[in-house]
């Protein structure tokens, strides 16, 4: 293929997911922007967890680690990173959550009942009882804030009547390559584009065996002159199962291929920030990395 002119495509945007082409790249850029968006670009995560009561079954170090993974819907972009050595944090590098929880019997369940969403109140406790506790006059500085975990429903302990858990928590700035509770990412892969290439027609029973060696959608069949004739409809939905080459009549016929310059990637955001926003986020922190080097080869005195 002849080196063509860098260009992005987007091909599917979701309010969690994006689905996007980057045409005209190395190996080595692609790789880099796929691991800096796994570990370098920042989120807010809980790093310390001060339990001042904990009668669950949940030790306490289980509890700390359980809450340590629950995003944060907090914009990293808005705090400093914590200073090495600070025990106390600030309003400009901390964010306070509170998490305190009591379980108790219902005094109107039913006798026969053994249902215990019935006869007990509060026995789950979810990342929903997690409650922004200000620090110092962020109540100012972010009026319209709402930090809080970014699913309601994950469930962090079960209680029983008289268990109860009470601890404090301080969200830090942190990148994925320290702890992957703070990689912005479910996930964020690439894979290089199909390129399908049918050698000779394939016609009738042939092109009907052909269509379901692939994913649905690769191979169409198209009625020509009263004969069924295969056609490669979509190559990019292909899954590469190589299924075609079990097939005798059919595994010369077909060339398999991928395009070398065009990354398909896909970014499923854990919903901290919107992947179109980490996309951007990556591109400036791959960007502040080139700087810095050609910095450094501009110090370096030349012999």
């Known amino acids: 293929r002849l080196p063509q002119a860098f260009r992005v495509d987007v091909i599917r945007e979701e309010e969690d997911a ?21 570990a370098e670009v920042p ?19 289980i509890l700390a680690h359980r809450l340590g993974l629950i995003p944060i819907r907090a914009d990293p972009r808005l705090f400093e990173y914590r200073n090495q050595g600070d025990q106390e944090g600030t309003e400009i590098d901390t964010l306070q959550f509170q998490l305190k ?18 006869l007990y109140f509060n026995h789950k406790v979810y990342s929903k009882h997690m ?8 109540t100012d500085l972010f009026p319209d ?9 994950i469930l962090i302990a079960l209680l029983r ?14 990148i994925g390559k320290d702890h992957a509770k703070f990689s ?16 000779q027609p394939v016609e009738d029973e042939a092109a009907e065996t052909l269509q379901k060696c692939f994913s649905p959608g690769v191979i169409e069949i198209q009625n020509i002159n009263g004969k069924k004739v295969a ?73």
Not at 101 to 118: G, H, L, T, V
Not at 131 to 138: D, E, F, K, R, T
Not at 146 to 152: C, E, G, I, N, S
Not at 190 to 195: A, K, N
Request: with cysteine; glycine share 4%; hydrophobic share 45%.
């Open 18 to 38: 994006l689905e996007f082409d980057m045409v005209g790249i190395d190996a080595a850029i692609a790789n880099a922007f796929r691991r800096i968006l796994l």
């Open 231 to 303: 056609r490669v409809a979509n190559a990019r939905l292909d899954t590469f199962s190589r299924e075609v080459f079990r097939h005798e009549g059919l595994k010369n016929l077909v060339r398999l291929a991928r395009v070398r310059n065009h990354y398909i990637f896909s970014v499923e955001s854990t919903g901290i920030l919107p992947p179109d926003v980490l996309v951007s986020e990556a591109i400036k922190i791959l960007m502040g990395k080139c700087q810095r080097f050609l910095n450094e080869l501009d110090s370096v005195p030349m012999e």
């Open 145 to 153: 804030a709402d930090f809080r975990p970014v699913h309601d429903d």
């Open 184 to 199: 912005p990412v479910a996930t964020a892969s690439y894979r290089l584009l199909p390129d399908i290439t049918l050698l």
């Open 161 to 174: 009547p008289g268990q109860e858990i009470d601890v404090l928590m301080h969200c830090v700035k942190g």
């Open 101 to 118: 929880i009591k379980c108790r019997r219902n005094p109107q369940a039913a006798k026969e009942s053994s249902d215990p969403d019935e």
């Open 131 to 138: 409650m922004w506790v200000p620090l110092g006059n962020q």
């Open 43 to 61: 989120t807010m995560a809980v790093e310390k967890v001060f339990v001042y009561n904990n009668t669950s079954i949940v030790q306490d170090e």
